[in-house]
């Protein structure tokens, strides 16, 4: 089938002049493609030349057909109804007008008569059922509004959908009614999103780096199987790299060894005079000749080695995973780390939040604490680390704690990773900092980057330096949504830390595959 939107030989750079694509040549057509790749990568920024928001430094984009598209946020302005935040209110104005009998003769001639059943049926598609579209768009929760403009994109039948991170703030039953309205869909789609079980329905991954775009066929699990035989491929091929570089080493030192041999012997010779000076004139030119002759082959052979290897440690630097490990908590098994008994929380004069909440953590224990956007979670949260206190039942906390909200607000944009670390940990030298800080991979310049320069993982990664490695750490770590502003490769990083960490976990996330892969053993649902 024909493409709905064609990429050739597209380039762009941003304002700094940092390249972000060269020579991109990529098609989308009916089918559903997944775009993944490291924050910084530009998935964000190849949507907005899709849709014509951003001009190319050279190339092209053709777009063909109709596009619908829904942002990585949905924030409604205040006094904007749900149909004008839709763009569907001056449409359903003409048909109230035609149904009032007021409609004039353009009414009827630009009238979508089945809109509205179009958009009642997308509504229930999306778990909104009989939402009025003249309800106040503000009244509506984060997770609703992205809800109905979904809906709004499914009513207005577009050829190609465009979804930038459609599920970052979306519940996990939200989250299900997505993946189901993309897995039913029959028209094209893009998709940006970190959401491994989004992704799974995907037609198609491609994955964008600084090299350009590769495209792997099936969804997410296919994805990950060819990422880890390339991985692996790459190592094979970077120890194969060392060993013929070695070798290489190797023959040189042999023939420069033989070459001094034979000089020796030819030294001997002419000392004892026994063969004509013209005879050991040739000689020892030949073998001046024969040793520059095998000293430019040694060095071509050595270069070549040596560009090999550098090829295969370029290939697993860009496949390695940005692994790091969290420091020992210390934390004794029999150790109280939390307890809960039944909790109750409301606001003065408010319905309950919470009510009759009880559960004991003990030890390096990992709970995650899940349900509907609204049932009580950050308020749960806020109880934990003694931002409120219960209006109901006791909350004891044994041990020290650390919260990384999914904005990790301890840090300041302002600030360079090192005046933070100091900051919370004041009796830190600058070289303890440091120090502290490359054990999470931020070495050398990297500590000096401002904290408003991160991308999603590395912020996260940055918190986790600064409450970890300080004079008394933490010995639980609440993590809220973790994942909702990670690529792939700094979840599974994440995962790879927490899964070694020994230490206490109270997890808040909608993310089915992180709790499974850090090995959540309890659930608390709310709601």
Partial sequence: MPSFVTLDGLSFKTPDGRVLFDNLTLAFGAERTGLV???????????????????????????????????????????ASVAQVLGLSEALARLARIEAGAGGEADFAEADWTLEARLDAAFAQVGLAGLDPRRAAASLSGGQATRAALAGLLAA????????????????????????????????????????????????????????????????????????????????????????LARVGREAQNAREKKARRDAAGKRAAAKGDAPKILLGAR???????????????????????ADLAEAQGRVERLRRLAFDLPPSGLAGGKTVLAFEQVGFAWPGGAPLLSGVSFRMTGPRRLAVTGPNGSGKSTLIKLAVGDLSPSQGSVTSGVRAALLDQRTDLLRDEETLVEAFRRLNPPASDNAARAALARFLFRNVAAAKTVGALSGGE???????????????????????????????????????????????????????????????????LG
């Fill in 37 to 79: 790749g490291r924050n910084g990568v530009g998935k964000t920024t190849l949507i907005g030349l899709m849709l014509g928001e951003l001009a190319p430094a050279s190339g092209s984009v053709s777009v063909r057909g109709r596009v619908g598209v829904l942002r990585q946020a949905v924030a409604p302005p205040r006094d």
């Fill in 157 to 244: 039948e577009p050829d190609l959908l465009l979804l930038d991170e459609p599920t970052n703030n979306l519940d996990a039953e939200a989250r299900a009614l997505v993946a189901e309205v993309l897995a039913g869909w029959k028209g094209g789609a893009i998709v940006v999103s970190h959401d491994r079980a989004l992704l799974r329905q995907m037609d198609r991954i491609v994955d964008l780096s600084s090299l350009g775009a590769k495209v792997h066929g099936g969804g997410y699990d296919a994805y990950e199987a060819r990422k880890a035989q390339e991985e692996a491929a790459a190592v094979r091929d970077l120890a194969e790299a060392e060993r013929a």
């Fill in 284 to 306: 020892a030119e030949r073998a001046e000749n024969s040793g520059g002759r095998a000293n430019l082959l040694a060095q071509h052979q050595t270069a070549e080695a040596g």
């Fill in 459 to 525: 912020r996260l990664r940055a918190a986790l330096a600064c409450v970890l490695m300080s004079e008394h750490p933490p010995q639980l770590l609440i993590l809220d949504e973790p994942t909702n502003h990670l690529d792939l490769d700094s979840i599974a990083a994440m995962e790879a830390a927490l899964r070694g960490y020994d230490g206490a976990l109270l997890l808040v996330s909608h993310d089915r595959d992180f709790l499974d892969a850090v090995g959540v053993e309890e659930e608390l649902r």
